[in-house]
């Protein structure tokens, strides 16, 4: 039987992802309930590389709404359509805006050339460049987890983290392929 270990950090910033299990864990449990029947750890890891990988291809790529096992729910990429607010005064707020980190610190650059990283870190009321999502429309694309049929019992308490590689299909696909998703 499997008991559960301290759970693993990945440290990389402040939200890092946690996860319970490695691949040989499942692949041992795998063993454990299939037995003799089991495949090898590497046909299992193979399968699992290339498998993987296609459904999210499929998810973002064919619009695939993907059942779960077990009435889990459903995964699939939601949009939503962020606008900037303008507040009492007439200043616009663009806290909902995300920032492209990678214009701003080319800004950051460009106004500071004679500060360090660690001056910078310290100056408060920088400028940010806020992303507008112009590619899609201003729509923000993300994973979401559907959870209507789901059968387990707190599911508020549950939530999904797609992988970064997982990520970095979906922006690819919605910058470089227009695609359409539901609201």
Known sequence: MIT???MLTYPRGKNKIKADYKFVELYNFYKEVHGEKALSKEVVKKVYSKLFPEIVKLIVF???DFRMPARLGYI???KKLIEPKIDDQGN???RRLS???KKTNK?????YPEKSREELKQMKDKPLVRELNESTNGYRVTWYWDKTTCNIKNQNAYYINMTRDND???SRGTKLNNLNFYE
């Open 92 to 94: 616009l707020d663009a």
């Open 99 to 101: 920032v492209d980190w």
């Open 107 to 111: 800004l950051w650059q460009k106004l």
């Open 4 to 6: 559960q270990k301290a």
């Open 76 to 78: 699939r990429v939601k």
């Open 62 to 64: 064919d619009n695939l």
């Open 168 to 170: 970095k299909i979906l």
